[in-house]
């Protein structure tokens, strides 16, 4: 008993020290950013608290606590293009979802409100495995191994969690501080990504400020390829990049502050390499939104390969041409918006496209080819 007891105190003094250091630096960066909406989501999406993009126009999402046990892949027409339900477990409170290299999805049945449940599972499913829209899922099933009591005292609930990532046959999952009074940490804790009994192990935590809209976590994604985090509060997008290995919070922090508050945002992923989708819950008559948070510019980090290859545009005869290096290629997405930010056109699988019926004025251009997002403000003349 000696010898756990001066481990586990060992860790949380590592911890708090890590957190300490994170929460001292200086010269954080922070900007202002404003989202743009893409599009209303369908109403059986009204509690829409997780997300995973298979590409720019296929984004899986699901409902929170006591809702279907059902993955939805939406497009950014907000027109669901599959249902899929999971007939072997139920939706006690999904809260997140991420996905691995192989396509597996992970669906983070550990929201823990309370901090008292004893039934948290990750729940995998690959949606190439359906057979007419049902799929059986397998499960990890876990507990913490530094909680010992359900609930615990009101200073120590910090056993909620509603974001999750996946890197290197590993699962991470992020704490939502509910502890009273509010102490601003988000627990890190480390989890094997294979179905069956495991146990969380604490590995790192962050202070992410001492309000509540600040600082509780509601989801998270990670770019494995270019190894960087995003975390998701109410209010901001807080962005780890240059980390060593899985130390998250070893390397530089950006906050993207929200210039207006866009409603009980619950779900992230990354599109690109600066682009990301935002998803928020809405109310009994209406669901919420799509949202996209396009960072490029704003880190000195352009995306992969964007310095090498020209992007351009063309109009002729009322056909707008988009070419990369002057060459013709199919993008998988083309978004038009006005300069208001009200989208006005969705394409895909094309290189032209008419413009019949647009009228003068600015347009905003978005092109995603092979992971990349292209953009270009055209003026339309007549």
């Known amino acids: 008993m000696m010898q756990k007891d ?10 708090t020290l890590n957190a300490f250091n994170l929460a001292a630096q200086t010269g954080v960066t922070e900007y202002t950013i404003d989202l743009r909406t893409i599009v209303r989501l369908p109403l059986q999406l009204k ?20 809702n279907t046990n059902e993955l939805y892949a939406v497009d950014t027409l907000g027109e669901i293009v599959k249902t899929l339900k999971i007939n072997n477990v139920d939706n006690i409170d999904w809260e997140d979802l991420t996905m691995d290299t192989d396509g597996n ?36 099933n876990f507990t913490f191994e530094d909680q010992t009591a359900f609930p615990p005292p009101n200073a120590n609930k910090n056993f909620d969690i ?16 509910r502890s009273n009074p509010f102490n601003g940490y988000s627990k890190v804790y480390r989890l094997p990504a294979q179905p069956g009994n495991q146990i969380a192990r604490l590995s790192d935590s962050v202070f992410l400020g001492s309000s509540t809209s600040e600082a509780r976590v509601t989801a998270a994604t990670l770019n494995v390829a270019n190894s960087v985090l995003a975390l998701l509060t109410s209010n901001k997008i807080i ?57 490029t510019g704003l880190t000195g980090i352009w995306p992969k390969n964007e310095h090498r290859i020209g992007f351009s545009t063309e109009i002729r005869d009322d056909v707008l041409y988009l070419k990369l290096d002057d060459q013709y290629v199919n993008f ?51």
């Open 239 to 295: 962005v780890f990049r240059n980390f060593s290995g899985t130390n998250f919070f070893s390397g530089q922090s950006t906050v993207y502050r929200f210039s207006a508050q866009p409603g009980q945002v619950e779900a992230i992923d990354h599109v690109t390499d600066n682009t990301y989708y935002i998803t928020s819950e809405g109310s009994n008559s209406q669901a919420g939104f799509l949202y996209e948070a396009d960072l």
């Open 6 to 15: 001066c481990r586990i105190f060992g860790l949380i003094f590592l911890l």
């Open 105 to 140: 999805i992970y669906i983070n049945d550990a929201g823990n409100n309370d901090n008292d449940r004893k039934n948290l599972a990750i729940h995998m499913i690959n949606p190439v495995h359906e057979t007419g829209g049902v799929i059986e899922a397998q499960s990890i």
């Open 47 to 66: 509690e829409s608290s997780g997300i995973a993009i298979e590409n720019p126009n296929k984004i899986w999402t699901h409902n929170d606590s006591g």
């Open 162 to 177: 509603e974001a999750i990532v996946w890197t290197n046959d590993t699962l991470f999952l992020f704490t939502k501080n």
């Open 332 to 382: 998988e997405l083309i978004q038009l918006f006005s300069l208001s930010g009200v989208r006005i056109g969705h394409y895909e699988t094309v290189n032209s496209i008419p413009l019949y019926g647009f009228n003068t004025g600015i347009l905003i251009i978005n092109a995603y080819y092979r992971g990349n997002k292209h953009s270009q403000t055209i003026r339309l003349l007549r």
